[in-house]
């Protein structure tokens, strides 16, 4: 999928929130994840783009370090487009859903998309976390309605795409579809 004719001036820039940053191949994707945001028109800024300082000693320095770097280029971005694919549970990476929180705070447009289409509460009910009749969101939505929140008002829906799941974090296909649909969302606000 690509933009229908050429885009010409720069949309923003784009801060790329997922748990990619966690894989062995981090920065090739965020390579390929920033060439699809600038054929729509995007900058983007990848996590790993900048590193923490080499002189940092000890693990706590060197993620305070990574959590002010992470700041800084949120506050530097214009929107956000996270990876809401579940990893390590049922439910999307905590910390991208923080940075999508924190960019909401800002009044910045958010955006995401899952590489599962289940639904959060049948993803808790096959782990055996929770039966139908607890405590268990039943709105039919992908993650947390907290977290898909701030993507209804920025203008845009979940992107669902089904991928195999030896692709599940891997796979740009559903990335691609939210950033043509951010694109679109934040072109028609300016």
Not at 26 to 42: D, H, M, P, Q, S
Not at 109 to 117: E, L
Not at 162 to 187: I, K, M, Y
Request: hydrophobic content about 45%; proline content about 5%; aromatic content about 8%.
């Amino acid at each position: 999928m690509s933009p229908s004719g050429p885009v010409s001036a720069a949309c923003g820039i784009v801060y790329l929130a997922g748990p990619e940053v966690f894989l062995p191949d981090a920065v090739v994707l965020g390579k390929r994840k920033k060439e699809i945001c600038n054929a729509y028109g995007f900058d983007a800024q990848f996590p790993l783009d900048v590193s923490p300082a080499s002189d940092l000693i000890g693990p706590s320095k060197v993620a305070h370090s990574v959590f002010d770097i992470c700041v800084a280029m949120m506050n530097a971005c214009d929107l956000l487009i996270a990876n809401m694919t579940p990893f390590r549970g049922v439910s999307m990476d905590v910390g991208t859903a923080v940075e999508l929180g924190y960019m909401h705070a800002l009044g910045k447009p958010v955006f995401g998309y899952t590489n599962v289409v289940e639904d959060y509460e049948t993803r808790v009910v096959a782990a055996g976390m929770f039966d139908r009749s607890e405590l268990v969101e039943s709105f039919g939505l992908a993650d947390n309605l907290m977290c898909e929140g701030p993507i209804w008002q920025s203008g845009g829906e979940l992107v669902r795409c089904a991928v195999s799941s030896s692709d599940l974090l891997t796979s740009l296909e559903g990335f691609e579809q939210c950033v043509q649909q951010a694109h679109q969302v934040f072109r028609s606000s300016k």
